[in-house]
């Protein structure tokens, strides 16, 4: 089964950049609104950012102005650039993406580390 494999997540100091990528396992015809989401020990998972086939995007308040989410369509591939990292962005990140038919798919996720 086809799933979303994440990397490029790591351990940064604060004020640091990471850039995360997404790619899919196998062959996906095509996805539409794909999205990154967080999960903080103790938390529950929350929505960072999200972006059409046609890139529009949304970000949640706290990531606003310090990530961008952008994508390739002829690569279904979604990437988050990171900057001004905080320890409180401190998360597992997690790929979604939905195709043609609603299907969801998720990545296992990918651990970003913010020392202070």
């Known amino acids: 089964q086809v799933q979303l494999v994440e990397s490029g997540g790591g351990l940064v100091q604060a004020g640091g950049s990471l850039t995360l990528s997404c790619a899919p396992s196998?062959?996906?015809?095509?996805?539409?609104?794909m999205a990154w989401y967080r999960q903080a020990p103790g938390k529950q998972r929350e929505l960072v950012a999200t972006?059409?086939?046609?890139?529009?995007?949304n970000y949640a308040d706290s990531v606003k102005s310090r990530f961008t989410i952008s994508r390739d369509n002829v690569k279904n591939m979604v990437y988050l650039q990171m900057n001004s990292l905080k320890p409180e962005d401190t998360a597992v990140y997690y790929c979604?993406?939905?195709?043609?038919?609603?299907?969801?798919?998720w990545g296992q996720g990918t651990q970003v580390t913010v020392s202070s």
């Open positions: 979604n993406a939905m195709d043609d038919a609603r299907y969801p798919y």
């Open positions: 196998g062959s996906i015809v095509r996805l539409n609104l």
């Open positions: 972006i059409t086939r046609g890139a529009n995007t």
